[in-house]
């Protein structure tokens, strides 16, 4: 039996719920220097978009199970980890801004 991106990622990696965004995890490290790309593994297509309402570029990719979105900050990289669902959620709520 294969796993998904999504579920990898989980397992391998520390994560914390975030509050009241179900599907939703953050890296429990804060904010590290491995990019988005390094994360995946240089598999998936990453976007970079500045979004209305947000201070920092983000960047994003989706995967089997869910996605990745990070948030560029001066000092490395805050990244959430999202199953389908909160990927969808998150990704329509910073294009509604």
Same mark, same amino acid.
């Given at each position: 039996?294969?796993?998904?991106?999504?579920?990898?990622?989980?397992?391998?990696?520390?994560?914390?719920?975030?509050?009241?965004? &179900?599907?939703? !995890?953050? +890296?429990?490290? /804060?904010?590290?220097? @491995?990019?988005?790309?390094?994360?995946?593994?240089?598999?998936? *297509?990453?976007?970079?978009?500045?979004?209305?309402?947000?201070?920092? &570029?983000?960047? !994003?990719? +989706?995967?089997? /199970?869910?996605?990745? @979105?990070?948030?560029?900050?001066?000092?490395?990289?805050?990244? *959430?980890?999202?199953?389908?669902?909160?990927?969808?959620?998150?990704?329509?709520?910073?294009?509604?801004?």
């Amino acid at each position: 039996m294969t796993t998904n991106m999504f579920h990898e990622l989980k397992n391998n990696y520390k994560w914390k719920p975030i509050w009241g965004c &179900p599907g939703r !995890y953050i +890296f429990s490290s /804060g904010v590290v220097k @491995i990019t988005i790309q390094q994360l995946t593994n240089n598999i998936n *297509t990453v976007y970079e978009e500045i979004f209305t309402g947000t201070t920092d &570029p983000v960047l !994003y990719c +989706f995967f089997e /199970g869910g996605g990745l @979105i990070s948030y560029r900050k001066e000092n490395g990289y805050l990244h *959430t980890l999202c199953d389908t669902d909160g990927m969808n959620r998150k990704i329509a709520s910073l294009k509604q801004n």
